[in-house]
């Protein structure tokens, strides 16, 4: 038996029926007490283990863990095409993702890095912008490159409400380019670490 969110040591109980035997380990570990319970022959003797509550104190120290602590979220360019409503607003790595084209400088757009291009009607792409810092390569160097995105999964409309949307980008180029989602991207890297970005 265990109390929630405390750890249980193992010990050692030794003791005679209608003793108490409480286990030496830091205070603010849960305490855990072995009550022997006599039985019905010299060897039916049983030991009950009930762990003792959190101190106040203790639970006051405990350190809390925030949204920011929590690791990002791993999902490819597709799946997070498909499945923008649920991932929206949480931290996101989007590895293995294909640059196919650069529309402004900090932006451009990706797709799923596989062996046969997707047909057109069945593209799952994401716009990615480098919430403002400039990228350390020309288009020509990036286009066609497999990146690791790191940032903020948006909608297209919750990009175009922050007032990130490029102009340019009309309603049927998006449908023309099959662009479902979009990143607010703090880094951009190489498959081998390499930043892409200036990092400002």
Do not use: N
Not at 161 to 173: F, M, Q
């Amino acid at each position: 038996m265990r109390s929630p969110g405390a750890a249980i040591a193992a010990v050692l109980l030794i003791g005679t029926p209608g003793t108490t035997v409480r286990a030496q380990q830091d205070p603010c570990d849960t305490i855990v007490i072995g009550h022997v319970v006599p039985g019905d022959g010299p060897d039916g003797a049983r030991v009950v283990i009930a762990p003792e509550p959190t101190p106040r104190e203790c639970l006051e120290r405990r350190p809390v863990a925030r949204p920011a602590d929590r690791l990002p979220l791993a999902v490819r360019p597709e799946m997070l095409a498909y499945h923008i409503d649920s991932f929206a607003g949480k931290a996101i790595s989007v590895p293995y993702a294909r640059v196919v084209g650069v529309l402004l400088p900090g932006v451009f757009l990706v797709d799923s890095q596989k062996e046969l291009p997707p047909l057109a009607g069945r593209r799952a792409r994401v716009l990615v912008f480098s919430r403002g810092r400039t990228l350390r390569v020309s288009p020509t160097e990036l286009v066609g490159a497999t990146v690791t995105i790191s940032g903020v999964a948006r909608t297209l409309l919750g990009i175009a409400a922050e007032g990130r949307w490029p102009p340019a980008l009309i309603p049927d180029t998006v449908k023309h380019l099959e662009i479902k989602a979009a990143i607010l991207a703090d880094s951009v890297k190489t498959p081998d670490g390499i930043e892409l970005t200036d990092g400002r």
